[in-house]
């Protein structure tokens, strides 16, 4: 059984900062890239952030120069630590993670369970 946990959603003020941690755990073999996504009421969920096994990555127009994404891979965890948000950042967010677990020959992609963030004064 592979899992992944997120944790640090919550409320913040227009402005603030909040950071997120995802930590992977089971059975794992290997993590090639780990990445953040959201889904705002009424939307569709879509990429934020991405981070490859080799610690490159690329971000969505909208969260440039504002979030950064980043990964422990000892721990099988990754992060995104958001500054300066904006109410539009509203949304829950999801942790996915593109591994091989033990006694498989694939990589599978797996989802979190999401965690939401609100963005208001």
């Known amino acids: 059984q592979v899992q992944l946990v997120e944790s640090g959603g919550g409320l913040a003020q227009p402005g603030g900062s909040l950071e997120l941690s995802c930590a992977a755990s089971?059975?794992?073999?290997?993590?090639?890239?780990m990445a953040w996504y959201r889904q705002a009421p009424g939307k569709q969920r879509e990429l934020v952030a991405v981070i490859t096994s080799g610690g490159n990555t690329n971000y969505q127009g909208s969260v440039k120069g504002r979030f950064t994404i980043s990964r422990d891979n000892a721990k099988n965890t990754v992060y995104l630590q958001m500054n300066s948000l904006k109410p539009e950042d509203t949304a829950v967010y999801y942790c996915n993670a593109h591994l091989r677990r033990s006694g498989s020959y694939y990589y599978t992609y797996y989802w979190g369970q999401g965690t939401q963030v609100t963005v208001s004064s």
């Open positions: 089971g059975s794992i073999l290997s993590i090639n890239d």
